[in-house]
């Protein structure tokens, strides 16, 4: 179970009912099409771009990222917190009518893109954060089907995401190679590994 900040502890002991609002914050890094270089943007639910503190889903540090809005980012589905290594996933919707994110659907590679969902607590008396965002989620791309836009309204890009627990369950070959296995002291261990599976062994005889 992750602690809450002293900061938003006391703004929930002193403030009336409804004094805190959340705001989703999303960042994408993604690798450009054209030449394979990285860049990063960031999303929120907001009316105005807006530059804020948030606690690094990868290295717990503390970093300051700006974040567009005017309708860029127009939900972000609930998410399931856990304390598990358990894979998770994440989704979010963006408007493809959005200038930047328009650039990040044309130029950049979004499968596999990394992804951090943050979570900020802003005051509704000063409209400022009571606290840096916390990570919630953080992963990759694993879809982004664009949908297209009924006569009025603009399209949607909707993306899909996959936690980073997802790289446990990936098998490493290797482990059943005898070439591998002959690197640790001449063990030949897997020497039959990739016929064995044809062998037919009556039963009661040995092969």
Not at 33 to 59: C, K, M, Q
Not at 150 to 169: D, E, N, W
Not at 178 to 193: C, F, I, N, P
Request: aromatic fraction near 6%; charge should be positive; hydrophobic fraction near 40%.
């Amino acid at each position: 179970m992750r602690d809450s900040s002293s900061a938003i502890i006391a703004a929930l002991a002193a403030a009336p009912r409804g004094r805190i609002a959340p705001r989703q914050l999303v960042w994408i890094t993604a690798k450009k099409r054209s030449d394979g270089s990285g860049a990063s943007f960031g999303f929120w639910s907001e009316r105005l771009p807006v530059t804020l503190d948030v606690i690094g889903g990868t290295d717990g540090v503390t970093v300051t990222r700006t974040y567009q809005a005017d309708g860029a980012l127009q939900s972000v589905d609930q998410l399931v917190l856990a304390s598990t290594i358990a894979v998770r996933t994440a989704s979010f919707t963006l408007s493809l009518i959005h200038p930047t994110v328009k650039q990040l659907w044309g130029l950049y590679r979004l499968k596999m893109a990394k992804v951090e969902i943050h979570r900020v607590p802003l005051d509704t008396v000063t409209n400022l954060p009571v606290a840096p965002a916390h990570c919630r989620f953080i992963g990759r791309v694993d879809t982004a089907p664009k949908t297209r836009g009924t006569p009025g309204q603009a399209g949607s890009l909707i993306i899909k995401c996959v936690s980073s627990t997802v790289g446990l369950t990936v098998i490493n070959p290797a482990k059943r190679s005898d070439e591998t296995q002959k690197l640790r002291s001449g063990d030949r261990h897997s020497q039959y590994a990739d016929v064995v599976g044809g062998w037919i062994v009556p039963f009661g005889e040995s092969s």
